[in-house]
């Protein structure tokens, strides 16, 4: 066998273990998935009314209900949750040692992370799914066709990606998994200050700047245009590239966290 092909088998070994492990303890899963849900809810069902008055709807005509108007960001809340799992799950790993037992054995060096971010990634999407599903029963109305669904699901996927690679990144070099836990709370609380909730143009200058140029409004307004039929612009390009760099930022830093020699 080839040296790729030895990397293959044994990522897809550390997947299996990493997906079995998230079965036998769900409880940090489902807290990532439960969060969004209930910020959707709350967002909805108790400020829906003043905030949707308040941005006068969402559809080109500005007709629309709140939700949705609010749902792509919240459904872009649970792609950011899925690096606290990451992260708790890499440091767990290094605090115990384990980390340091797969660097002595004769696997790929490759494996360990591939298979850590392959597995967020798939539980992620499918905590994505069910905040979709659960958006839809609250009344969210989306007019996207199916190739723009595929668009919507693959944008997601690729935030994903870039935000796993940095939740792995915050897990090795973390000095807790209770550190690490909380090392991805800006990612998650970062589309607050972007165009999640309400537009950038009710937001004080000095706010409305950053929630224009933060990573995550692009994306949002990207998502939004996609399934509601708004305008998207130069967001879809811009959401690329910070897809990309931050892919690229997250890899390359738990590439040399998990290079560092032994003990260090």
Not at 18 to 34: C, Q
Request: glycine fraction near 10%; proline fraction near 6%; aromatic fraction near 8%.
């Amino acid at each position: 066998m080839s040296s790729l092909s030895y990397a293959v088998r044994d990522s897809a070994t550390m997947l299996r273990r990493n997906l079995k492990h998230a079965l036998r303890y769900p409880s940090l899963t489902i807290a990532v998935v439960v969060m969004p849900v209930m910020i959707l809810m709350m967002f909805n069902y108790a400020f829906g009314g003043a905030l949707g008055a308040g941005i006068g709807g969402v559809a080109p005509g500005g007709g629309g209900e709140y939700i949705d108007y609010v749902a792509p960001g919240i459904i872009l809340m649970a792609a950011t949750s899925g690096s606290l799992s990451t992260a708790v799950g890499v440091c767990v790993d290094r605090t115990e040692g384990i980390v340091n037992r797969f660097r002595t054995m004769a696997i790929s060096r490759a494996s360990f992370m591939t298979g850590h971010v392959v597995g967020s990634v798939i539980q992620t999407m499918a905590g994505i799914v069910l905040v979709i599903a659960v958006a839809l029963l609250m009344g969210f109305r989306p007019n996207a066709t199916l190739v723009e669904w595929i668009a919507v699901l693959g944008l997601l996927a690729a935030l994903t990606l870039a935000l796993t690679w940095l939740g792995a990144a915050f897990g090795l070099v973390a000095k807790t998994p209770e550190t690490a836990s909380n090392m991805p709370m800006p990612l998650q609380f970062l589309p607050f200050l972007g165009s999640a909730i309400v537009p950038p143009e009710s937001m004080p200058t000095g706010l409305r700047l950053f929630a224009e140029y933060q990573p995550f409004t692009p994306v949002i307004e990207t998502l939004r245009g996609l399934l509601t039929g708004c305008e998207i612009g130069a967001s879809a390009l811009i959401a690329a590239a910070w897809c990309l760099g931050l892919a690229a930022a997250g890899y390359l830093w738990a590439r040399a966290a998990f290079n560092r020699p032994l003990g260090r």
